[in-house]
């Protein structure tokens, strides 16, 4: 089913008409009551008139809708879908037409919904007030986040991962999401949650070695942690293809939340820390290797003292625990002969 635009007329020329109508209803009754007063016959049609309209007039008042920018009305009469008002603006409609919003009613803490507005009268007294509600069956035309709760899912290693996702969105198609899904919220919460999971599992959460993640059969260093915007990019693509027949578009996909789960975050860390230190002392003894090698350069270059291989490696052991060691070096003084 395709969305098709329904041309309403404009609101304020009916509503003056309906409120003139009524006020030649009141003035019937009253000039019908006043000549069966004055016992004359003639008086009993502007009367029957006058109250038959009192009664039935309030039914154009219900085809009086008001919408607002990036607000749309999907419409229905007798069960049979009429069109959809997206323009802003006061218009009338079949009074008998029925606005259709099945997730009229869902929350799902996202901004920019309509349906969280409050319509109603407010009743003050001195015993307190109250407030009359009705939920709004406006569909929201504008972007709107969703932000579903942080899920628990394995990645290709099969390491327990915690991530969360955030989706902006929209409705482009008001028929297709209200009568192609039963509930387009609930419908879109599901989908991210199920497209989630899916990239998720092709990605380790930190760059490992023979792993595939863009299906071309060759290892690649794609990552979570690593290549966050081009899983976010495929998390976008894998929601859009499923709510496409939900008449939904959507926009940005962004990860606000990754982390290991807490029963391995412990043993995850120190294996971080432990390659950290590793790294580390790779550098380490690669820069005193090299300061060490320099030395004995400028010791034989300038002539400052010769050393046999034993002097030699006896210095080089010296040099590499001052370089490499954790603590400050604790210098012996040497009074006596070199040799």
Known sequence: MKE?????????????????????AIGLVVLGAILLERERNIGALPLVLGILWLVVGIVPFFGLKVLKPNEALVLTLFGRYTGTLREPGFFFVHPFSVAVNPAAKTKLGQSGDVQTSKQGITISGEGGKVDVESLSKRVSLKAMTLNNAVQKVNDCLGNPVEIGIAVIWRVVDTAKAVFNVDNYKEYLSLQCDSALRNIVRI??????????????????????????????TRIKEEIQSKVHDAGLEILEARITYLAYAQEIAAVMLQRQQASAIVDARRLIVDGAVGMVEMALEKLAQNDIVTLDDERKAAMVSNLLVVLCGNRDAQPVVNSGSLY
């Open 4 to 24: 098709k635009q329904l041309k309403a007329r404009p609101g304020m020329p009916i509503l003056f008409l309906t409120i003139i109508l009524y006020l030649v």
């Open 203 to 232: 990605y380790p959460y930190d760059v490992a070695p023979n792993v595939d993640t863009t299906g071309d059969g060759e290892p690649d260093e794609g990552s979570l942690r690593g290549s966050s915007e081009v899983v976010a």
